[in-house]
T-cell receptor, first 112, second 118 residues
């Protein structure tokens, strides 16, 4: 693994189903983030994590949960998906100096 | 108020010409950082350039430079000698210090779509 990896790359999900989007980084960055990207709205922060064991809410946290059991992994869970959660989801991590922030390749999620 | 404003939804530039993509920001922090990202049609977010609020020199990375005007709170991206492969969405983002105990967050503008023409 080089950098930050997300899985799956795309998914069609029935409304009401539970889904976990995976994110793994190998840069030993403490800070990690989940964003969603919607047309005309740019990227909006869902949840973030300062370091392993801590998480916080972003701008649009409702319907999503995260965990940070270790430095490398930051999964995002939709407990009961709704069509408004159809979006492209990006995971990101930032170095401790705050001078670099890298993104995963994104997960395109469609909730039907 | 918007934290990051990109007023140009779309821009056209001819190949080999230079182009400036505008970004203004709003913060009361003394320490902050500004980022630019490129998002081609394939969808990935590519980190281009970073400028810290205390950096005295404008950041440069190859054909990319950041025209940082702190008093005006602007951080415009300049692409020199445009290439067809520069056609993409470009996002400006700002890192501010979060409240004590929280991670500093990246806030994004809505982006500018750049089209490079022959």
């Amino acid at each position: 693994i080089a950098g930050i990896t997300q899985a799956p790359t795309s998914q069609i999900l029935a409304a009401g189903r539970r889904m976990t989007l995976r994110c793994t980084q190998d840069m030993r960055h403490n800070a990690m983030y989940w964003y969603r990207q919607d047309l005309g709205l740019g990227l909006r922060l869902i949840h973030y994590s300062n370091t392993a064991g801590t998480t916080g809410k972003g701008e649009v946290p409702d319907g999503y949960s995260v965990s940070r059991a270790n430095t490398d992994d930051f999964p995002l869970t939709l407990a009961s998906a709704v069509p408004s959660q159809t979006s492209v989801y990006f995971c990101a991590s930032k170095n401790s100096k705050g001078t670099e922030a890298f993104f995963g390749q994104g997960t395109r999620l469609t909730v039907v | 108020a918007q934290k990051i404003t990109q007023t140009q939804p779309g821009m056209f530039v001819q190949e080999k010409e230079a182009v400036t993509l505008d970004c203004t920001y709003d913060t009361s922090d003394q320490s902050y950082g500004l980022f630019w990202y490129k998002q081609p049609s394939s969808g990935e977010m590519i980190f281009l350039i970073y400028q810290g609020s205390y950096d005295e020199q404008n950041a440069t990375e190859g054909r990319y430079s950041l025209n940082f005007q702190k008093a005006r709170k602007s951080a415009n991206l300049v692409i020199s000698a445009s290439q067809l492969g520069d056609s993409a969405m470009y996002f400006c983002a700002m890192r501010e210090a979060g409240p004590t105990g929280t991670a500093s967050k990246l806030t994004f503008g809505t982006g500018t779509r750049l089209q490079v023409t022959l």
